[in-house]
């Protein structure tokens, strides 16, 4: 696996969602997406690990990009029922390392038990527009109730040939909207 395997490109979008909302024809999946303390993410070996958890084995080229690169997020998604651990380092305003795998469901309530972690909820939509691009729409909950938000990967030097009508203002890289910001943000008004 090289480098680049591991690399993912989006851009991120605000939402109008005053008219249509051709994505909730769609099916969609409620997402709680905590954020975790960066520095407690360490190697063992080749076993990426949280606070002295074993979350799972990388590969040599992975151990290698946690190594050589600081300033990892560390982010634990359950989504339905599956639970993904996420680490993720920007690259530029729209590209960042991503290595993500699942673990188990008691890993999960591991790491949660021990302190409430900053985080967001929110229904996900996922939505094909005539480019076969695939759209995914984050309509948030709790006190960020209203806030749409949408991303779409997109493979290296590909272009969005036309943005459905509802895609307002591009926020790629804007940090004070990342999912990360929000949660925080949000810890801090409870």
């Known amino acids: 696996m090289t480098s680049e395997e591991n690399l993912e490109r989006e851009r991120r979008f605000l939402v109008d969602g005053r008219e249509g ?19 407690r993410l360490h190697l063992a070996g080749a076993v990426l690990c949280y606070d002295g958890v074993e979350l799972f084995t990388l590969t040599a080229q992975q151990v290698s990009l946690i190594e050589n690169h600081d300033g990892w997020v560390a982010r634990l998604r359950k989504k339905g029922n599956v639970c993904i651990f996420t680490s993720k380092k920007g690259v530029n ?8 795998h699942e673990v188990p469901d008691g890993v999960y309530r591991i790491l949660l038990a021990e302190q409430p972690y900053p985080f967001v909820k929110k229904t996900r939509y996922v939505w094909e527009d005539e480019q076969g691009l695939q759209w995914e729409i984050d309509e ?8 749409v938000l949408a991303e779409v990967e997109l493979a290296p030097n590909q272009l969005i040939e036309t943005f459905p009508a509802w895609v307002g203002q591009e926020i790629t890289g804007l940090g004070l909207l990342s999912n ?11």
């Not at 948030?140 to 806030?147: I, K, M, R, S, T």
């Open 140 to 147: 948030f909950e709790g006190a960020l109730a209203g806030l």
């Open 21 to 39: 909302k051709p994505w909730r024809n769609e099916p969609s999946f409620d997402i709680v997406q905590h954020y975790l303390d960066n520095e």
């Open 180 to 190: 990360h910001s929000l949660a925080h943000l949000m810890a801090r008004t409870d």
């Open 93 to 100: 305003a729209d590209t960042a390392y991503e290595i993500e």
